[in-house]
């Protein structure tokens, strides 16, 4: 029979065991074996997870497996699960492969009723400590496994502070009778519901698990997992613990810890404890804890911070967060709970962290011997070093001399500036979002409910809550700016206001209303305020070296300027990849040009026209071939339809008409002979070139001289002429020869010698197929994926947002991902497989690319990578995404290499 449960001392045959235990239960055993002070418990499996989820009834010979782990744990505490006598309360923590935090369902204190209350009062004596704990077992299972309104049991709690006559009391401070009392209330408040507690200590375990095991498809967990692309079909893993307890006094305390400050990447213990408080106090974000380090305390109040007031405990709980990151080679997110002075982990796991962290940490841990270079690399993820190029505020410093002051200061939970308007909940500031709106969403705290809204803001403020509460935490993981634990800010959900109250005065915010943060400082501004590009990272330029030594594949850009030129080279482009000509016509001292060019009657009509535009465009040719020095040049030849650069307002049409001569109605009548039912598959690309062959002997010309400018400055050029949208293997001959001719016939006139490339743009699935025919004539082949995806396909890229995202939904899951952000290997993949192959069978040196938007994502660069082609083309912010995920490709092939997989 399957094994569905095991002890944290036992010894686990497999060679990844978060695949079985979870990653939390992974790393609870790992401790236990390390001999780090660990409360026992068990495991039971992602495979029970997976079995339950199937038929909905606990797997055959589960409940025998946990009867006896449980009587293992009984023994070895010496306490029972409902012996009023010797009360073992239980903690019941899911565990995912990999880390959800906040995602899924956790219940502290299980094992308690009214006998064992009485019973854990007396033998911990401490009966404000056993109704307290009562409490909090009652609120957390009524609303995890019963379902019921949390806010009721709120409201409750805020009654009983109220007949103190303190509502603002802390939780801490109200009195044992009243816990007791309170306890009384939350159980007629299920009863009232018709879901009463269980009346057995037994019921109490199972409910929880199986609300554990329900969790892994409750709405939130099935968003974050989308939006991380963690599979549907791993499970999650129960974690079955002792509990001890942060909550038994001054003494003791809960919090959490990073083995290296998770924003900065900083080598020091960064984190934050609650004193007399469970774990859930501190990531739960309902109050603002305190730093665990004097140095990274307020100042004034150091002597607040646990190395401060605990001294024992901070220096014990900071040789295990050096051991841990030390044995598992990684920043380690730590869970802890001292219990009279004892210190306990609960948890330890790889720590989410920002890229700027990444990158530090990564490249510190080489110095450090660690990891090697290699493991750096793989260490960091592709995507997140988009967040370096995040904008940010001026220094706080700078602002005051111009006479602008925060609003509101609080915690910096997740660097970046961010703008945008109020929005008080999440499904506000997802639709504001979808509207084109910026939002920051402002709350009290956030909760995993909200994650959709963080996901569609801008930015994330918290009145409450800290470094490493849930708003922090899932700003961080998403690169969005965030300020939490804002104290002087109260958010009032009914009368739909922000009230910030300061030694300045008062100030009410409401929905709509515009705010900047500053989220690497911790600060709030009224309005709107210019931002600055990002701090440059010192350790990036080491890692991205590191990078390019490893990787074969190139990586150029997209480009159509001499200024976005210069700024991809800065960002390590090693050439372009697409010059797209036709953007550079919408200039709007080059529009009216084009526009009559487009609308001239004939040939020779049109050819004064292309006199004009043709100096714009070798211009620009000139300074983007000074710009990359040597560095090849894709130009593509003009690919969109030539009613796109029509004239659609009245008073455009008359200016056409006074350009050429004509009247209006000429103009009118011209352009509406132009248009057609489908662009996108109309007159466009090469077929202009056939019609139009003039206006490809412009853009040739251009280009041609502005190689022999720069040549006889001394500037190396490599252009390489790309004719767009070809499915013929004669049209491509055709257009060509006409290439050819003008180029050599500029080049011969200048009496110099280049070096250039003609090939073709592979965006269509016909082109695909006969790319041996092709290759005959193309010295190149660049796969425009963006195309290549909609006409195999057949979905519209500009329509598509109106009904992909139906086909992405959880709820169908008919495509895993939009494959206009992600290569299609299926479809699109094999069909960029077969032209390569095809391709390079006619012409063995065939240079191989491609320079769609899937150039910068990180999956279809590995995919690139396996694939064979010379280089990827994407867009400037995106070439360090495309360089790390070259090189990550490049060392997972030799590791599987030298693996023998």
Not at 207 to 226: C, H, K, M, Q, T
Not at 669 to 690: I, K, T, Y
């Amino acid at each position: 029979m399957t094994r569905y449960v095991y002890g944290f001392n036992d010894v686990i045959d497999t060679p990844e065991p978060r695949l079985l235990l979870g990653g939390k239960g992974a790393g609870l055993a790992e401790m236990t074996r390390l001999g780090i002070p660990v409360p026992p418990g068990f495991t039971i499996t992602t495979e029970a997870c997976r079995a339950f989820s199937a038929t909905g009834k606990i797997p055959e010979g589960l409940e025998a497996e946990v009867d006896k782990a449980l009587a293992s744990l009984e023994e070895n505490v010496g306490k029972r699960l409902g012996d009023a006598e010797a009360p073992l309360l239980l903690s019941v923590r899911s565990g995912g492969v990999v880390s959800m935090p906040g995602m899924m369902d956790t219940i502290l204190n299980l094992g308690i009723d009214d006998a064992t209350a009485d019973g854990l009062a007396r033998v911990m004596d401490n009966r404000r400590f056993a109704f307290d704990a009562y409490r909090r077992f009652l609120e957390m299972y009524g609303d995890v496994v019963l379902g019921l309104d949390r806010n009721d049991f709120e409201d409750a709690f805020n009654d009983v502070k109220s007949g103190l006559g303190d509502p603002a009391m802390r939780d801490q401070d109200v009195p044992a009778k009243d816990l007791q009392s309170l306890v009384g209330r939350f159980q007629n408040i299920a009863k009232s519901a018709g879901k009463p507690f269980p009346g057995t200590v037994r019921e109490q375990l199972w409910g929880s698990i199986l609300a554990v095991f329900e969790s892994w498809g409750n709405p939130r967990a099935v968003v974050y997992r989308a939006m991380h692309e963690i599979p549907d079909d791993t499970g999650t893993a129960v974690n079955v613990q002792a509990m001890v307890f942060g909550n038994l006094g001054d003494k003791s305390s809960s919090g959490v810890a990073f083995t290296r400050n998770p924003s900065s990447g900083d080598k020091l213990l960064y984190g934050e404890y609650l004193e007399n408080a469970q774990g859930e106090d501190v990531v739960a974000g309902t109050r603002t804890p305190q730093p665990l380090t004097a140095q990274a305390s307020p100042p004034g109040r150091e002597d607040r911070s646990l190395e401060r007031a605990h001294p024992e405990a901070f220096a014990e709980i900071a040789a295990i967060a050096t051991r841990l990151e030390t044995h598992f080679k990684d920043i380690q997110d730590i869970e802890f709970t001292v219990e009279e002075g004892r210190v306990f982990l609960l948890q330890t796991r790889s720590g989410k962290r920002t890229a700027h962290a990444a990158v530090r940490a990564a490249v510190e841990m080489v110095a450090e011997g660690l990891i090697d270079e290699d493991e750096a690399v793989l260490r960091v993820s592709p995507e997140s070093l988009e967040q370096l190029l995040h904008a940010q505020l001026p220094a706080p410093e700078v602002l005051e001399k111009r006479g602008i002051l925060p609003l509101a200061s609080g915690l910096p939970a997740s660097p970046g500036a961010a703008m945008g308007i109020i929005a008080l909940d999440a499904d506000e500031a997802e639709r504001l979002a979808n509207d084109g709106k910026d939002v920051i969403l402002v709350r009290r705290e956030t909760s995993p409910e909200d994650i959709h809204g963080m996901k569609a803001a801008k930015g994330i403020v918290t009145a409450t809550g800290g470094m490493t509460s849930h708003a922090a935490v899932v700003a961080r993981g998403l690169g969005r700016s965030c300020v939490a634990g804002v104290g002087d800010l109260n958010v009032d959900y009914q009368s739909q206001t922000v009230t910030v109250r300061t030694e300045a005065g008062v100030t009410v915010l409401k929905p709509g209303d515009v705010i900047t943060l500053d989220g690497t400082n911790g600060l709030i501004y009224e309005g709107a305020l210019d931002v600055e590009a990002a701090a440059k990272v010192p350790e990036f330029d080491t890692l991205m070296g590191w990078a390019d030594e490893r990787r074969r594949l190139r990586v150029r850009t997209n480009a159509d300027t001499p200024r976005e030129t210069r700024v991809a080279v800065s960002y390590g482009a090693e050439g372009i990849g697409l010059c797209r000509t036709e953007h550079m016509f919408f200039a709007e001292d080059r529009l009216a040009a084009v526009r009559c060019m487009a609308l001239a009657e004939d040939e020779e009509q049109r050819a004064k026209w292309l006199d004009l535009v043709a100096p714009m465009q070798r211009t620009d040719f000139e300074g983007m071939f000074t710009a990359l020095d040597g560095k090849p040049m894709t130009v593509r030849l003009l690919d969109w339809p030539l009613h796109e650069f029509l004239p659609r307002e009245d008073a455009e049409m008359e200016r056409v008409a006074e350009a050429l001569g004509v009247a209006v109605k000429v103009v009118r009548d011209r352009a509406r002979n132009m248009a057609e039912v489908n662009p996108m598959l109309g007159h466009r690309g090469v077929r202009v070139g056939v019609t139009a062959p003039e206006i490809y002997r412009m853009q040739c010309r251009a280009l041609a001289e502005a190689a022999v400018a720069c040549s006889k400055k001394g500037i190396s050029v490599a252009p390489e002429i790309m004719i767009p949208v070809v499915g013929l293997a004669e049209e491509l001959e055709l257009m060509a020869t006409v290439v050819r001719a003008v180029v050599d016939e500029v080049f011969e006139a200048a009496g110099v010698q280049i070096d250039y490339q003609v090939g073709t743009m592979i965006e269509l699935p016909r082109a695909c197929l006969v790319a041996d025919d092709l290759a005959k004539t193309a010295q190149f082949f660049s796969f425009g994926t963006n195309d290549l995806t909609q006409t195999t396909f057949g979905i519209s890229r500009d329509d598509a947002g109106r009904f992909l995202p139906a086909y992405i939904a959880p709820d169908k899951k008919l495509l895993s991902i939009d494959p206009f952000v992600r290569l299609d290997r299926r479809g699109v993949g094999e069909l960029v497989k077969i032209a390569c192959e095809r391709g390079r069978k006619t012409r063995p040196d065939l240079k191989l690319g491609l320079c769609g938007e899937h150039g910068g994502e990180a999956q279809s660069v590995e995919f690139c990578h396996e694939s064979g082609l010379d280089y990827v083309s994407c867009s400037p912010p995106r070439l360090p995404v495309a360089r790390l995920a070259a090189a990550q490709a490049a060392i997972r092939e030799r590791r599987s290499k030298a693996s023998g997989a």
